[in-house]
């Protein structure tokens, strides 16, 4: 999937020329960090403490008749259970 990031220029120069020194497109480079910092099992909050995520979850799914795919159809269901 492509998408567009804005980085800070001296970030963008410094990934580069390590992409450059590993002899690997930029592309793996920050695939490699992504992923890295993706399965980190803990999350630095304020002041370093590792923050722990609670997830609240609820019982329920997709609604009768409604299509996720169909970003439109989604919203104008959305809009009549108002």
Do not use: N
């Not at 020194?21 to 960090?33: H, N, S, V, Y």
């Not at 609604?63 to 259970?81: E, K, N």
């Amino acid at each position: 999937m492509k998408t567009t990031v804005d980085l800070p220029d001296e970030l963008f120069i410094a990934a580069k020329k390590r992409a450059a020194e590993l002899r690997q497109p930029l592309r793996a480079l920050i695939e490699r960090g992504l992923r890295a910092e993706i399965g980190r099992t803990t999350v630095q909050g304020d002041g370093g403490k590792p923050v722990t995520i609670r997830w609240v979850t609820v019982p329920g799914g997709i609604p009768a008749g409604v299509d996720v795919a169909d970003r439109s159809a989604m919203h104008d269901w959305l809009r009549q259970q108002r």
